[in-house]
């Protein structure tokens, strides 16, 4: 805990924490914190979700083709990697799967659930630690599944 | 002024939400929520439980300050930015959640038939949140990513497995919304 109160002062990382706030304040004014909003994108009954989503991917992989060339470098003078993700069907499409059924049900995606805590919402409390028994459950079920 | 108080379009936020995706490019980050829950877990001692939680977790102090912005940014916007709830849904959707029984429809952000202080202590509203949470925990790290690593992120590295993943969570979602919903409510 020590560590942790010293990493907090420490100020490299401290401007995560107003990147944050900056990621907080967007989805939250954007309504994507809503239950109703991903109830209706499921529905296919507003473009809200589909435009927040794809005009975010498609300034993304323009942002993204950008650093890899070297048109943009990190603060650091460096040209990023991104560490791809893992390949395999099975956990991407299951596990894909699963957490589609939890996001429809809940309403929201990890983000979206800190936020509704900071907003204080008590209940977000119940998905939240759910979500932290989710994610302890998969490490301890891996070896049985398919990936 | 006016312009923050309105809840904003989605032309403002997807964009927006690219530039949180460059501030971590730019800072020698990846954007990606739902690890945070990993990292949670071994702070919590779950590492006695599982070796996989055993990690040293200090090394991803920057996104956990990240998310506890995600929750203070939340916090603010309720506060001071957010004069009204009402969000503004297809009248189509409205009828259709009447239909299930939820009523009010859009009045506030979340529905008191899944979120109010009753139905998260009755059995059944306790259920549904917390396994909504669990399939989103399970879910998220079986496929190695949620909406922002895998719908963002790879979407724009214009990765085959994050693909894979969001077609997944369409799929779920849309059994969720059209075929499970209606059963349970």
Known sequence: ????????????????????????????????????????????QSFHMYGVIG????????????????????????????????????RNMIGG????L????????????????????LAIIIVILGALLGAFLYHATKKFLPH | MDF?????PWYVAGPMITFVMFLLFYFGKKFGVSSNLETICAIGGAGKLLDFFKFDWRKN?????????????????????????????NPQTIQDLSELGFQNAGAQYLPDEIFSSDTMFS???????????????????????????????????LEMPSLISVIGFFIGGLIMTWLLLPLIF
């Open chain 1, 1 to 44: 805990m020590v560590t942790f109160t010293f990493n907090i002062l420490n100020m490299k990382n401290i401007k995560f924490l107003f990147v944050g706030v900056l990621f907080g304040i967007i989805l939250s004014k954007a309504e994507v914190i809503s239950w109703y909003r991903i109830y209706e994108m499921f529905k296919f």
């Open chain 2, 4 to 8: 923050i108080l309105q809840p904003w």
């Open chain 1, 102 to 121: 939890g996001w429809a049900l809940g309403g929201a995606c990890p983000g979206p659930m800190f936020i509704l805590l900071g907003r204080g919402a």
């Open chain 1, 97 to 100: 799967i699963i957490f589609g």
């Open chain 2, 61 to 89: 102090t920057w996104n956990l300050l990240f998310i506890l912005g995600v929750v203070i940014g939340g916090f603010i916007t309720f506060q001071w930015l957010t004069p009204s709830e009402v969000v503004a849904l």
């Open chain 2, 123 to 157: 059995v059944k509203g306790f259920l549904i949140l917390l396994i909504a949470g669990v399939l989103v925990g399970f879910g998220s790290r079986y496929a190695g990513g949620c909406t922002s690593g895998h719908g963002i992120v790879g979407l724009s590295n």
């Open chain 1, 55 to 90: 005009s975010a991917v498609v300034l993304g992989s323009i942002l993204i083709f950008l650093f890899k060339k070297g048109v943009i470098k990190t603060y650091f003078g460096a040209q990023i990697t991104i560490d791809p993700k893992k390949k395999g069907f099975s």
